[in-house]
């Protein structure tokens, strides 16, 4: 009888992890590059009841007696599904089609990715002008160093992208000219092995595998930058929110559970000889 107060207290424990996941979809619905997460569940050991194999007559029993020691929450997997292209207006704002990810230099050297494309342009220590995400990181290039440009030679108000994220620039006679600059893009074999660092930021991981830089593996589908645009979170709200409540009658069902197993024990107790 203990054993199923257990049971059941592992469900509630599983099923509350699992809310507070649904939670955290919902409360990035409105983030600019978000990916949804979804709970995964696996049952844990089993315990054999009977040790012996054979009946009274020495017979081999056909089936074994063995019960479930309850649930536990073995995962959270991130769904990398493409989000809707929400139109923004602001020339540094860039949305993905495709499976690549932006590349971010972080403080402390490491490279991080994000699909969330909402960047500034931010004034730099050397006097220049780096493309930078909404915290101060620098946005890398194709080349992996930081994306900058000089005010005093070109105006900035003038530059302009294509599809794969080179930036261009009107020359003296108003052609518009490719100016070697282009924004960094990799994709990963595993993308759910991404590590999660904060906001939307990943790094990679042994799981994940080692980023593969689009434009130089010539394996991998080129990706599409959309200038003016955000990649919408992929959260679908309706889908989240019924979630939420089979979430809540599985939790009520394991508090039941326990509930039941207590009543159980109470009538034991209360057995008189």
Known sequence: MLRSLWTGA??????QTSLDNLANNLANVNTS????QTTEFSTL???????KQTDNNGDPK??????GLGVRVSGLTTRFVQGAMLETGN????AIEGEGFFRIGMPGGEIAYTRNG???LSMDTDGGVALATAEGYNVLGSDGEPIKFDPQEIDLNQLQTDEYGNFMYPDANGSIQMMGIQIGLAQFNNPEGLKKISGTYYTETAN???PRIEGEDTMI????????????SNVQTADEIVNLIVTQRAYEMNSKVIQASDEMLQQANNLRS
């Not at 056909?62 to 019960?67: L, R, S």
């Not at 020339?91 to 860039?94: L, Q």
């Not at 959309?226 to 990649?231: A, C, R």
């Open 10 to 15: 592992s469900g509630m424990i599983a099923q």
């Open 33 to 36: 590059g978000y990916k949804k």
């Open 45 to 51: 050991l089993y315990q054999k009841l009977q040790r």
């Open 62 to 67: 056909p089936t074994v007696a063995q019960v």
């Open 91 to 94: 020339a540094y704002d860039f």
């Open 118 to 120: 909402s960047f500034k």
């Open 208 to 210: 994940s595998g080692q």
């Open 221 to 232: 589908l080129t990706s599409k930058i959309h200038s003016n645009y955000l990649e919408g």
